[in-house]
């Protein structure tokens, strides 16, 4: 007795809707019904009562297939405008049984989740590319699914939304184009340390002109001594206008990040420093600015 009530709870949270299929059921029911009705044969009595079966049975299975399953979004991303990203959705199972041939929507990018056993969870990472930084909300989330015959398509919306933020696009000079132009802060040239190619950025002074003369475009490579404990950006230096600066900065905080470098950036009337803060935290300040 305690099924019944929560078939009933799963159904008012799904919905139906008509498929190509559902149309050729319900036109094979009206000519087997037609037929019976004329000519009164037991194999026509027994095909209708077969399909009938399997239609009437087919919703049910369907509804259980896609009402016991659960979805909870996670927070372990990052995202960044105009780049393409993933938000990672947990779904669960919350019965004994599979559920099978499910896909998760939302407007037109769709996800398949496909087997899912019961009792069991499974991580899914849906594409998004947000086109602005700031807080970012993304929902209208649903299931959807045709198990088992195709008759109906079932849907049950997902009421959660993803919220994060979506941080500055990391583009703008490198780190070793901000070191060459900085190179009297950040150390002089120690000893050398081989070659590399010439990709623009350099100083005509590091060229070497040997591999020139061999027709390859090299430059040389230099040890520094660093005479300064960390990095220190500004804001008003890193671009021409405040987009352009926070993007520089996410670039070079990501790339401190990847090299394990301590760094500062002087924000406008506040001082962000790696030592004190995380990294996510001061990409939440350039997100936010």
């Not at 407007?107 to 086109?131: I, M, Q």
């Amino acid at each position: 007795m305690k099924s019944l009530p929560r078939f009933i709870q799963i159904h008012k949270s799904i919905k139906q809707h008509a498929t190509v299929f559902s149309l050729v059921v319900v036109l094979l029911l009206f000519g087997l019904f037609l037929e019976a009705y004329m000519h009164d044969f037991n194999l026509v009595y027994i095909t209708l009562f077969f399909v009938f079966s399997l239609a009437f049975s087919a919703a049910p299975i369907g509804i259980m297939n896609i009402g016991n399953l659960e979805a909870r979004f996670l927070r372990n991303t990052r995202l960044f405008t105009h780049k393409k990203g993933e938000i990672p959705i947990s779904v669960y199972n919350n019965s004994k049984t599979t559920s099978w041939s499910v896909s998760i929507h939302h407007e037109e990018s769709t996800v398949l989740l496909a087997k899912l056993k019961g009792e069991n969870a499974k991580t899914l990472h849906f594409p998004v590319t947000p086109d602005k930084r700031g807080k970012f909300t993304y929902g209208n989330f649903y299931f959807e699914s045709k198990y088992p015959l195709s008759t109906a398509r079932l849907t049950k919306n997902i009421p959660q939304s993803y919220e994060g933020l979506v941080y500055p696009e990391p583009k703008g000079k490198n780190l070793a184009e901000f070191l060459q132009e900085e190179e009297r802060h950040y150390g002089e040239e120690k000893e050398f340390d081989g070659l590399r190619e010439y990709d623009g950025s350099q100083r005509l002074s590091h060229i070497h002109w040997a591999s020139v003369a061999k027709g390859e475009m090299s430059v040389k490579v230099f040890t520094k001594e660093t005479q300064t404990p960390k990095l220190a950006f500004d804001f008003y230096q890193a671009g021409n206008n405040d987009e352009a600066r926070l993007s520089q900065l996410c670039l070079w905080v990501l790339e401190c990040e990847k090299k394990h470098l301590p760094f500062s950036i002087q924000m406008p009337g506040k001082k962000l420093n790696s030592a004190k803060e995380s990294i996510d935290e001061i990409l939440q300040t350039l997100s936010t600015y």
